[in-house]
């Protein structure tokens, strides 16, 4: 099978996890301290707190901005579901905001129109997550520009985009954002196996999430002065949302070859570019401003009806290629149903989950694995 992602695991990669169930810690410890400094120095951000994945960045991330009961948070539907059940988490409300078709982006207009009416009712978003689909940054100064008039923070959700730039500059840098959160999971850009990460510039947000990240819980030189060597205190409630050290060990070794992983992406990407040239598949549109990771390669055909995708990416599952979607809009799972959500609240996505299909995209494809692909497509 071509997988539509997958990992690629290293010697250096096996040495690393190796080394650290040879040592006396197995969880939280140096290596997780070492990862998340080269996490942060990576992506140009201040500070960087690691996680067991993604979800549970992203809820760690909402309620360090404070969101709870009575709250509304919006994000993209053209996501993974976590983006959204993350507000959920925290007994938020939830609402979604249209993309734009070509890039399948949070669409800075319909965010802002979604804005001016929710001003009238009395109904703004305490936090906004966009999400950069395909590891493509949405255009987060205007976004950063509507928070200012608006009064929401921002939590990019990077799950995609780690090794992105938008403006030149890292996705992860928080240069127009509150919290910048990445996923690990196996299928993305790097990987440690399950885990992820919060990046931010705030040091009294660093200070939450890693509360958050540990039962509430705090330790610090002050406190073991005073009271004795063994003592902490839990001052909040949290969780144990901690990765460990086999995995940031992993995570360490795998950053150092992020630049390989993006290059030949970025390569894979221009081939099929070729390759499917003057073909009625064209790939998401690329803004100006942007460097994609290419966590996914999406491919649009306009004259796509729902019945023939699934016709399509079921001919070349028979024939060994997992072609995909990315994404069923979130609001037509059924538990966003019972919500009380239009099976087609937002018609740029539902016009966007249409016409869209993921063809395999990860650093392990082979040229020969491309020419199948797209002879399979186009055949
Ligand atoms: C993968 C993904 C997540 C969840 O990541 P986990 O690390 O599996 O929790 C969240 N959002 C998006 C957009 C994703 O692709």
Redesign the pocket.
């Known amino acids: 099978m071509i997988l539509y992602g997958q990992q690629i695991i290293s010697e250096q990669d096996k040495e690393a996890v190796l080394d650290v169930l040879s040592s006396s810690h197995l969880t939280q410890g140096k290596m997780v301290e070492h990862f998340e400094e080269k996490l942060a120095n990576y992506c140009s951000a201040k500070y960087s707190v690691s996680f067991t ?6 809820h760690s991330a909402c309620l360090a901005l404070g969101v709870t009961n009575g709250d509304i948070v919006w994000t993209s539907p053209i ?2 579901v ?2 959204a059940n993350c507000a959920i988490y925290c007994g938020a409300e939830i609402d979604f905001v249209d993309v734009e078709l070509a890039t399948g982006n949070m669409s800075v207009d319909a965010l802002e129109e979604k804005l001016i009416h929710a001003q009238k009712i009395g109904k703004l978003p305490k936090v906004v997550i966009p ?3 395909a590891g493509q940054s949405c255009d987060m100064e205007k976004i950063h520009a509507l928070s200012k008039c608006f009064g929401f923070s921002i939590v990019e ?1 990077a ?2 985009a780690i090794g992105g730039k938008y403006q030149n500059i890292p996705v992860g840098a928080c240069q127009y954002s509150d919290i910048t ?1 990445f ?3 196996p ?2 850009i790097i990987t440690t196996g ?3 990460a919060a990046l931010t510039n705030s040091s009294q947000l660093h200070d939450k999430l890693r509360k958050l990240r540990s039962h509430g819980i705090d330790s610090n030189e002050a406190m073991r002065a005073e009271h004795g060597p063994w003592y902490y205190e839990q001052g909040m409630l949290g969780f144990n949302y901690r990765m460990t050290d086999i995995q940031a060990a992993l995570g360490t070794s795998q950053l150092e070859q992020i630049e390989n992983f993006i290059d030949k992406r970025h390569q894979l990407a221009s081939q099929y570019d070729t390759l499917l040239k003057g073909s009625q598949y064209a790939p998401l549109k690329r803004q100006h401003n942007t460097i994609s990771s290419f ?1 996914l390669y999406i491919v649009q055909f306009h004259d796509w009806s729902l019945a023939n995708k699934k016709i399509i990416v079921s001919k070349l599952r028979s024939q060994g290629i997992q072609a995909h979607v ?1 994404y069923i809009p979130i609001y037509k799972q059924p538990f966003y149903q019972q919500l009380g959500f239009n099976s087609h609240y937002c018609s740029k996505a539902e016009n966007y989950y249409q016409i869209s299909m993921t063809l395999p995209m990860h650093p392990a494809l082979t040229d020969k694995d491309l020419n199948i692909v797209t002879s399979a497509l186009l055949g």
């Open positions: 994945n993604a979800t549970s960045a992203l996501s993974f976590a983006s999400v950069h689909l959700d799950s995609h959160v996923s690990f999971h299928v993305k399950e885990g992820g966590h990315h």
